[in-house]
């Protein structure tokens, strides 16, 4: 059902961003981001903008790697929902760019053992830094890093006999393909 609301979401502000373009000279463009597909989950991203500021809307499922998981838990899974704004250096969507926004975090956990799994959530502040190449036409790769601050939600989730304390300050890193309408 979540996932019906933000597709029509998406379309609805394809819609009047398309609508809007001729006479606000507005900008609008999809994304992909390639570290949700390699860990096994998915990405959708669609951004609006003008002049040298985008708003964008993000869904995403991410496995995270059992190597950056606290000793004694797997399978920490994350959907992902944000909503956030960037600053371009350039007003044609090239080059530098710094990003914050709001994300929220529903995840899932278990035990080493997985026996037993627990889900809770977070409300995160995201700021993130990177730099979109123009690479063909419209079509460009984004270099980024990112830093996601838990400000709100779960601070911890029982498993089983044992206690995941979610933390604080969840760095991240990828690589974007995008392209401009």
């Known amino acids: 059902m979540l996932r ?9 502000i394809l819609n009047i961003a398309n609508a809007q373009s001729s006479t606000k000279k507005l900008s609008i463009g999809i994304e992909q981001d390639l570290l949700p597909y390699a860990t096994g989950g998915y990405f959708g991203g669609i951004w609006v903008g003008k002049d040298h ?9 991410v496995h995270k790697p059992n190597f950056i998981i606290k000793n004694g838990f797997s399978n920490n899974n994350v959907t992902a929902y944000a909503l956030l704004a960037d600053y371009f ?3 044609n969507w090239d080059g530098w760019w710094a990003g914050a926004g709001i994300v929220c975090w529903k995840s899932s956990i278990q035990t080493s053992q997985q026996q ?9 502040l ?3 830094l990177g ?3 123009k690479f063909y036409k419209n079509f460009s790769l ?3 890093a990112g830093m996601h601050l838990r400000v709100a939600g779960d601070k911890e989730a029982k ?9 604080r300050l969840n760095p991240e890193a990828s690589l974007k393909v995008g392209v401009i309408f």
């Open 159 to 167: 498993v089983a006999d044992t206690t995941f304390n979610p933390p």
């Open 116 to 124: 037993s799994t627990a889900d809770f959530k977070n409300i995160l």
């Open 131 to 133: 730099y979109n190449w």
């Open 53 to 61: 500021i985008r708003g964008r809307a993000i869904v995403a499922h």
């Open 89 to 91: 250096l350039k007003d």
């Open 4 to 12: 019906t609301f933000l597709i029509i979401l998406c379309l609805t």
């Open 126 to 128: 995201n700021g993130s």
């Open 142 to 144: 984004s270099p980024w």
